[in-house]
């Protein structure tokens, strides 16, 4: 079986999208982990997969480059709105994507093309549906893994997020503490590991973790998390820009700030690398 894709990527986060509205791969899972691997396949974060939705405009289904599936991701449904607008499967100019977290809502930018505005929903802090293993509001919270204690506090963009706070993200130990923070038992689902450094009221840092793909140049649910979580502890305000390693991404959460019925808008890019087949 030849398989067309196509690889994409919003800062660095890079992504296949594969176009599966009439055609279905057999044991998806374990074909996106083996072209996966960047060395003995294609190569990529995330495979988002494109199917027709009986309650949307279209169906996005994720898979990591482990091969499991996930949620949400926000750099990715940038990708695939770009995907569809540039093949003209929808003039749409918002488009509704059914996801694992619900329907989610890109925007096209007509003074900014290479920029796509979406719709993330409202953020969730409460720990049991986040899912972490507590009730209630999960913050500050102490974990410790590797002989040391990190405050997390957590929230779900339709997936886990845990954040902790640092002085210097340079020093973060990401490599080494993420996977721990990912795999902690206080997630039974694992969770995506944030780290962020507070520059101003508008303006983080962060370093992501990514459940199932290691640290990522970008990761636009963590962001959000990132925001929500970071507004919710006083320490920025509504509109921030996110500075991650694959470059800024913009965040702005509704007037309700990070609490009930609040929404968390994100703005950013997403680009098209090149199209090719690979044989199964």
Avoid at 65 to 82: F, H, P, Q
Wanted: with cysteine.
């Amino acid at each position: 079986m030849r398989l067309p894709f196509t690889k994409m990527h919003g800062l660095g986060n890079d992504f296949i999208v594969v176009d599966c509205r009439n055609k279905s791969i057999p044991e998806i899972g374990s074909v996106m982990a083996s072209i996966g691997d960047r060395r003995f396949g294609i190569g990529f974060d995330q495979a988002l997969i494109l199917k027709k939705s009986r309650k949307a405009d279209f169906k996005m289904e994720i898979y990591n480059s482990d091969g499991g599936k996930v949620e949400m991701c926000g750099n990715g449904i940038r990708c695939l709105a770009v995907y569809i607008w540039k093949r003209r499967l929808s003039q749409k100019s918002v488009l509704e994507i059914e996801t694992m977290a619900g329907i989610i809502r890109p925007e096209s930018d007509p003074k900014h093309k290479d920029l796509v505005r979406v719709d993330m929903g409202e953020p969730v802090t409460e720990g049991r549906k986040i899912p972490v293993r507590a009730d209630g509001i999960i913050k500050n919270r102490p974990i410790k893994v590797g002989g040391k204690s990190f405050k997390v506090t957590c929230v779900s963009m339709g997936n886990p997020h845990a954040v902790v706070v640092v002085k210097d993200l340079d020093k973060c130990g990401l490599e080494k503490y993420g996977p721990l923070l990912e795999k902690n038992a206080f997630f039974p689902q694992r969770v995506n590991v944030e780290f962020i450094e507070v520059v101003s009221k508008s303006r983080i840092k962060m370093r992501v973790w990514e459940r199932g793909a290691g640290e990522t140049l970008a990761c636009g649910t963590g962001a959000c998390a990132s925001v929500v979580a970071a507004n919710s502890l006083g320490l920025t305000g509504r509109k921030v820009r996110v500075d991650l390693l694959g470059g800024p991404l913009h965040i702005e959460l509704s007037p309700a700030g990070a609490g009930k019925g609040s929404r968390v808008y994100m703005t950013g890019p997403a680009v098209e690398v090149f199209t090719g087949t690979v044989d199964l």
